[in-house]
T-cell receptor, first 109, second 116 residues
Framework: GQNIDQPTEMTATEGAIVQINCTYQTSGFNGLFWYQQHAGEAPTFLSYNVLDGLEEKGRFSSFLSRSKGYSYLLLKELQMKDSASYLCAVRDRDYKLSFGAGTTVTVRA | GAVVSQHPSRVICKSGTSVKIECRSLDFQATTMFWYRQFPKQSLMLMATSNEGSKATYEQGVEKDKFLINHASLTLSTLTVTSAHPEDSSFYIC????????????FGQGTRLTVV
């Protein structure tokens, strides 16, 4: 099974940087995903890591350390539209995704 | 890119009735589909895993006779909520997977079910 932890809430100022940490314990690691979810909508894919290191996609970057069971999502140049819930999800070898509880990010002007 | 279509997006039904939700993979063959449920301000919880042509595997605590899953083809899985009750009101989301596309998990748009 999976045990995934991430902070409940974070607040940051427009234009700033926010880092959302995720720690996990898993049997059969097969990739880690980050999703953005606005209220009442389905999750939107942000990033995928399966090997250690940093993956950069525009303003969003994601890091993975498999030995530490740790990942973070870095949001740069924050915009008001980035206010949302960010979900860390770990996939196992059966392709099942287990989600963390989500981190609500509030961007203030 | 790959698209998963889920229908309906919203449904309101009377208590005691059944509701069917469809999940289709539009441009790839989904060997496996997953059904999740999300209550307000909570994360997605896996309900069941559906493999084409075989019985679904349900997570602990999910009633298989209440949540009927059918995966008759490589592009369609359905979830039927039988004898719905108000506590079944939730956001249901499907996800499709295929070994050919490992770098992303594809989600449907979700279905908001309200049982009155």
């Amino acid at each position: 099974g999976q045990n995934i932890d991430q902070p409940t809430e974070m607040t940051a100022t427009e234009g700033a940087i926010v880092q959302i940490n995720c720690t996990y314990q898993t049997s059969g690691f097969n990739g880690l995903f980050w999703y953005q979810q606005h209220a009442g909508e389905a999750p939107t894919f942000l990033s995928y890591n399966v090997l250690d290191g940093l993956e950069e996609k525009g303003r969003f970057s994601s890091f993975l350390s498999r030995s530490k069971g740790y990942s973070y999502l870095l949001l740069k140049e924050l915009q008001m539209k980035d206010s949302a819930s960010y979900l860390c999800a770990v996939r196992d070898r059966d392709y099942k995704l287990s989600f963390g509880a989500g981190t609500t990010v509030t961007v203030r002007a | 890119g790959a698209v998963v279509s889920q229908h309906p997006s919203r449904v309101i039904c009377k208590s005691g009735t059944s509701v069917k939700i469809e999940c289709r993979s539009l441009d790839f063959q989904a060997t496996t589909m997953f059904w999740y449920r999300q209550f307000p301000k909570q994360s997605l919880m896996l309900m069941a895993t559906s493999n084409e042509g075989s019985k679904a595997t349900y997570e602990q605590g999910v009633e298989k006779d209440k949540f009927l899953i059918n995966h008759a083809s490589l592009t369609l899985s359905t979830l039927t909520v039988t004898s719905a009750h108000p506590e079944d009101s939730s956001f249901y989301i499907c996800s499709a997977a295929t070994p050919d596309r490992m770098t992303e998990a594809f989600f449907g748009q979700g279905t908001r079910l309200t049982v009155v």
